[in-house]
């Protein structure tokens, strides 16, 4: 059949990213708990080897399943489509939310104020990480802030200015978080604050958190993503909700591939 063939042409490959990711958990998982998936594997590598074999690919018209997840650029970029996950293995549509130390919130009450009230839209987030790609994360979000004064303004209500207070944000690596924690960061420092922001992997990131190394968070993706962290440490950190609404996970491939859903691959 034309999914067999499928199966056949990407050898039983799924192209994955960082070891560290809370996505790799979830893919290897998905590869066990699908019965036709009996013998795939899950090839990890790096966001951006996975984006540059994904690019090859479309170059050439050939198939290829990648672990995917939105907001993205590539989804802009390229014609992609998420194929079902009958099982919810790589989780359903989630939230990013803001995490800080215990006592945080009576040391710092102005700065955990303005982390409490941030939130913001996919769009937003998706307008950076878009922009980004002609210029950089740091441009791209200045614009975005330049451009975005009622939802800033939002934040800082009944919020005081501070001189010079330190603060330690810990985020991950991937672009979305990257936007999300530099405009953070910019609005905090306009507000006085010295801000240092650490990408680490999401297990490292609870852990700073959890023992009060870093004051927040605002990149933890939940409650599937980074579910096996969160339930390791939610004892020893404040959760305070979700920052963004509409985030998810999944295998994804090039809209001319025939496939609709992880049940239709053959082992
Ligand atoms: N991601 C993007 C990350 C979080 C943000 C889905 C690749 C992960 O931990 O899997």
């Known amino acids: 059949s034309a999914n067999n063939s499928i ?4 050898e039983h ?7 560290g990711a809370g996505l790799t958990g979830l893919s290897e998982k998905t590869l066990e708990e699908y019965d036709n998936l009996e013998g795939w594997e899950l090839e990890e590598s790096s966001t951006a080897g996975m984006l540059t074999l994904l690019g090859q690919a479309i170059e050439n018209e050939e198939p290829i399943i990648v672990t995917g997840w939105a907001p993205h650029y590539k989804f802009t970029q390229y014609d992609l489509k998420f194929i079902e996950d009958p099982k919810g293995t790589l989780g359903e549509v989630e939230s990013i939310h803001t995490i800080a130390r215990l006592g945080f919130e009576e ?7 303005i982390l409490d009230a941030f939130e913001w839209e996919v769009e937003d987030m998706e307008k950076i990480t878009f922009d980004a790609q002609t210029s950089s994360i740091e441009e791209a979000s200045a614009d ?12 800082l209500e009944g919020t005081e200015k501070v001189d ?3 603060i330690d944000l810990v985020s991950t690596p991937w672009d979305s978080e990257r936007a999300s924690s530099q405009v953070l960061a910019t609005v ?3 507000q006085g604050y010295d801000v240092t922001v650490s ?3 999401p297990a490292i990131l609870f852990e700073a958190v959890a023992n009060g190394k870093a004051d927040a968070s605002i990149s933890p993706w939940l409650p599937t993503t980074h579910n096996s962290f ?6 020893d950190l404040v959760d305070l909700g979700p920052n963004l609404t509409g985030t998810q996970n999944g295998f994804v491939v090039p809209e001319y591939m025939d496939i609709d859903s992880i049940e239709d691959l053959e082992p």
């Open 188 to 190: 905090l420092e306009q």
């Open 199 to 201: 990408d680490v992997d």
């Open 164 to 166: 010079g207070k330190e």
């Open 13 to 19: 490959t799924i192209i994955g990213i960082e070891p």
């Open 7 to 10: 199966s056949e042409q990407v």
């Open 107 to 113: 040391e710092m009450p102005n700065a955990y104020k």
């Open 144 to 155: 975005w802030i330049e451009s975005n004064p009622e939802k800033i303004n939002g934040w």
């Open 230 to 235: 969160y339930e390791k440490y939610k004892e």
